[in-house]
């Protein structure tokens, strides 16, 4: 009886095998679709040239009127989908080729324009809109179903945004070429937001400026603005008659001025776009004839030897912002130039006696980067000092205090 049905058993495999291989293969593949389109200028009608659009998929994006936080992010998830992407023809039409079906967001994107979506919003923002903002982001981006097998049509309209412009120079009348600048938004609270502009358009490096130190923002939704400009401390050159590139760092000594001529943000001027607002003059100076330098040593307490390795912040004393950053010299020296006159708090953080035994990483031309894997022999607590800058300061000594014994807690010293 065993035999038997162990043949039976055999035989249902050998036809099920057998029919298995005269089936046709199923394809679990989505039946692909199309998007046709065009792209008009709203202000003059014309045909938006040469602009990208992108699907992006609504993955399960609640109504506004559901709970904040599942819209929030379910438009999060949206954003992080792999986008769908054509380039509009002289014409403004455009073809998206392959789209799996689905429901999705329509993007388009022109330098000057208003980008639907993500005008206003980081990727990290949308994960928490209030209802006034999602709202806004409804209304402000076309949504389209998408049916398998199918070429569905949309046409769109774009609208042009504001802009700002503005020129850096320096106070003796020179032009600041090659300056980046960082545009701010005041939001409701009083408090100025950094405005990632261009931040889903690779490639281009928006607020920097040309010869003539001129630098221009454009596609802003209305609201206010004030703009950062940092000292060109920063360069890299392409070597002449080669392929490589040489760059030049110096974060210690990269001046930040906000428009109104101003040190700090918390004090930065405004400029008040409305709806296509084209807006000139943020201008920025930079005072060169005015500024003062600061170097010194960081020692350790018991016996005033050079520490090794740390970093030095130069810090608002109001906010404790970070102002300035220098990486310490194997003597202990650290330096900053181009610093406005006033009041600052210097912080000392991660210093440590390096061990001689271990060797720096031959990977990093940075002396810093190089030392930072070597073995400690001692570490240092953090301390910070006020320093009052009036005049250059050619030699500030720091001392690094003891760490404190695991366990024990050290009073600030602030």
Same mark, same amino acid.
């Given at each position: 009886m065993r035999m038997l049905i162990g043949s039976a058993l055999c035989l249902c495999i050998a036809f099920g095998c057998a029919f298995a291989q005269d089936s046709p293969a199923v394809s679990h593949e989505p039946v692909r679709s199309a998007v046709t389109g065009r792209v008009l200028c709203g202000d003059t009608g014309l045909p938006a040239r040469f602009a990208v659009v992108q699907l992006l998929p609504v993955r399960n994006v609640p109504e506004p009127s559901s709970t904040s936080q599942n819209f929030s992010s379910g438009l999060q998830k949206a954003m992080e989908g792999r986008a769908v992407t054509a380039l509009t023809r002289i014409d403004g039409s455009f073809r998206l080729e392959n789209v799996t079906p689905g429901v999705y967001y329509v993007i388009p994107q022109l330098a000057g324009y208003l980008t639907p979506l993500v005008a206003q919003f980081s990727l990290e923002e949308l994960a928490s809109l209030d209802d006034e903002s999602r709202r806004t982001v409804e209304s402000s981006v076309e949504k389209i179903a998408i049916e398998p097998g199918h070429t569905q049509h949309i046409?769109?309209?774009?609208?042009?945004?504001?802009?700002?412009?503005?020129?850096?120079?320096?106070?003796?009348?020179?032009?600041?070429?090659?300056?980046?600048?960082?545009?701010?938004?005041?939001?409701?609270?009083?408090?100025?937001?950094?405005?990632?502009?261009?931040?889903?358009?690779?490639? %281009?490096?928006?607020?920097?400026?040309?010869?003539?130190?001129?630098?221009?923002?454009?596609?802003?939704?209305?609201?206010?603005?004030?703009?950062?400009?940092? &000292? @060109?401390?920063?360069?890299?050159?392409?070597? @002449?008659?080669?392929?490589?590139?040489?760059?030049?760092?110096?974060?210690?000594?990269?001046?930040?001025?906000?428009?109104?001529?101003?040190?700090?943000?918390?004090?930065?001027?405004?400029?008040?776009?409305?709806?296509?607002?084209?807006?000139?003059?943020?201008? %920025?100076?930079?005072?060169?004839?005015?500024?003062?330098?600061?170097?010194?040593? %960081?020692?350790?307490?018991?016996?005033?030897?050079?520490?090794?390795?740390? %970093?030095?912040?130069?810090?608002? @004393?109001?906010?404790?912002?970070?102002?300035?950053?220098?990486?310490?010299? &194997?003597?202990?020296?650290?330096?900053?130039?181009?610093?406005?006159?006033?009041?600052? &708090?210097?912080?000392?953080?991660?210093?440590?006696?390096?061990?001689?035994?271990?060797?720096?990483?031959?990977?990093?031309?940075?002396?810093?980067?190089?030392?930072?894997?070597?073995?400690?022999?001692?570490?240092?607590?953090?301390?910070?000092?006020?320093?009052?800058?009036?005049?250059?300061?050619?030699?500030?000594?720091?001392?690094a205090p003891e760490q404190s014994p695991r366990g024990a807690s050290s009073a600030p010293t602030r």
């Open positions: 046409d769109l309209k774009i609208i042009r945004g504001g802009a700002l412009s503005g020129q850096i120079t320096y106070d003796d009348g020179a032009p600041a070429e090659n300056v980046i600048t960082q545009l701010f938004l005041r939001e409701k609270s009083g408090t100025w937001k950094p405005v990632m502009v261009n931040q889903y358009r690779i490639g %281009i490096v928006a607020g920097a400026t040309d010869d003539q130190g001129r630098y221009r923002y454009s596609g802003l939704p209305a609201g206010e603005y004030g703009v950062m400009a940092t &000292l @060109p401390t920063t360069q890299v050159s392409v070597l @002449p008659g080669t392929s490589s590139a040489a760059v030049q760092v110096h974060l210690n000594d990269a001046l930040q001025v906000y428009s109104g001529n101003v040190y700090h943000q918390r004090e930065m001027k405004g400029f008040s776009l409305g709806p296509g607002e084209d807006q000139s003059g943020a201008d %920025i100076i930079f005072p060169i004839s005015s500024l003062f330098s600061l170097a010194g040593h %960081i020692l350790a307490g018991r016996d005033h030897h050079a520490i090794a390795t740390g %970093i030095v912040v130069l810090r608002d @004393p109001v906010d404790h912002s970070d102002l300035r950053t220098a990486f310490l010299a &194997l003597d202990g020296a650290f330096s900053f130039n181009y610093l406005p006159s006033g009041s600052y &708090l210097l912080h000392l953080e991660s210093a440590a006696d390096l061990d001689p035994a271990s060797k720096p990483s031959p990977d990093f031309a940075d002396p810093f980067a190089a030392n930072a894997m070597r073995r400690h022999l001692r570490d240092y607590a953090s301390t910070d000092v006020t320093v009052i800058i009036e005049q250059d300061v050619p030699e500030f000594s720091v001392i």
